[in-house]
């Protein structure tokens, strides 16, 4: 994989591109392929964003988001676009399987293939050129980066600003976690003097759910939440039919691993959800528990230190049951 800058003398004629992130995309996620979306546009490009499948209604305020296609409920428009395609740009992912059904179509496309990302353990064979940089907040802050090393600061305007600051917000946990680093705040402060209102994208993210969400968090926290203290650890397992009984919806769920890392001495949380086609595990962790490699060893994931995720094939059950087992074999948790 060659530098992301070595890149930019094939900018300088326009090009058919795609740009596609993972499966589900999250503020950062999509934050990210709709600000260098409408980047690469002003630049002249004709751009197409693909999610490989549907995501949370609360991205949709985003400018552009309307006009992603979903690769699942519209994969032939969206092979016919990724078969004409010049450029493909990845984006917050570190290996295609995050596609999901995509997957295979984005490893057997011959066109040039960009990485952009700040997992671990990125997949570079399988790309031309990228940045891949753990140390980075989110896939927003590198799509800065990427607009600032064109020389092209002076093209960010509110909308752009605006998906850019969303994954900044989500993927540092509203500025808590300590990937937000000085120069996070800089760039905040920086698409501040250009009119961004900071408390609209709050209110977009995270006041913009209905009723069941919220009665929803308040079951699975009271009957479903358990606490491991001897292990530090919170689990929270979430059955099929509490997801129909709320009628949960992508993005509902979002946040929730979170709950339980207020309760004092908690190291590490996990949240299973039983999908229709797996069971799919979140974790997070304060301090030394490498979420990542757990993840990576027990649940077919992997993700950040302190932020992973994985899924099982097993029943609810079954996943639930490895998961209290290995646990007691994690020396971090004592
Ligand atoms: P979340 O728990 O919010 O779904 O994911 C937490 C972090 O782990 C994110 O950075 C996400 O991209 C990553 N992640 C989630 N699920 C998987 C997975 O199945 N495989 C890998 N490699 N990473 C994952
Ligand atoms: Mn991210």
């Given amino acids: 994989m060659e530098s992301i800058s070595a890149l930019f003398p094939a900018l300088l004629t326009p090009k058919k591109i795609v740009i596609t992130t993972h499966q589900k995309p999250d503020a950062d996620a999509m934050g990210s392929s709709l600000s260098l979306s409408q980047y690469l546009s002003k630049k002249g490009h004709d751009v197409t964003v693909i999610s490989p499948t549907n995501w949370a209604g609360w991205v949709n305020w985003m400018h552009g988001a309307t006009s992603v296609l979903n690769y699942e409920k519209q994969t032939d428009q969206s092979n016919t676009v990724l078969d004409n395609a010049d450029i493909l740009f990845c984006l917050d992912f570190n290996a295609f399987h995050r596609t999901k059904f995509m997957a295979d179509k984005l490893a057997r496309l011959t066109c040039t293939k960009v990485l952009i990302d700040h997992h671990q353990e990125p997949d570079i064979a ?96 009271l009957h ?94 079954e996943t639930v049951a490895r998961f209290k087992e290995v646990i007691k074999t994690q020396p971090s948790l004592n």
């Fill in 224 to 317: 479903r939440m358990e606490i491991f203290y001897e292990y530090n650890t919170a689990l929270i397992a979430i059955p099929k039919s509490d997801l129909l009984k709320f009628q949960i919806k992508t993005g509902d769920t979002e946040g929730l691993v979170n709950y339980p890392q207020s309760i004092q001495g908690i190291k590490m949380v996990a949240l299973v959800i039983d999908r229709d086609e797996e069971r799919k595990w979140s974790f997070r962790s304060k301090g030394s528990f490498d979420c990542n490699t757990f993840a990576r060893t027990y649940f077919e994931g992997g993700g950040h230190f302190n932020a992973a995720g994985g899924r099982s094939s097993d029943s609810l059950d």
């Fill in 126 to 221: 399988s790309f031309h050129f990228g940045v891949s940089d753990t140390t980075k907040s989110s896939t927003c802050e590198m799509i800065y980066d990427f607009i600032k090393e064109a020389g092209d600061l002076s093209l960010i305007d509110l909308p752009i600003s605006e998906c850019i600051y969303a994954g900044l917000v989500g993927d540092t946990g509203s500025f808590r976690f300590a990937s937000a680093h000085a120069g996070v705040h800089a760039i905040v402060a920086d698409l501040k003097t250009r009119g961004l209102d900071h408390g609209k994208i709050h209110e977009g993210l995270y006041d913009n759910f209905l009723e069941n969400r919220l009665r929803f968090i308040g079951h699975v926290l």
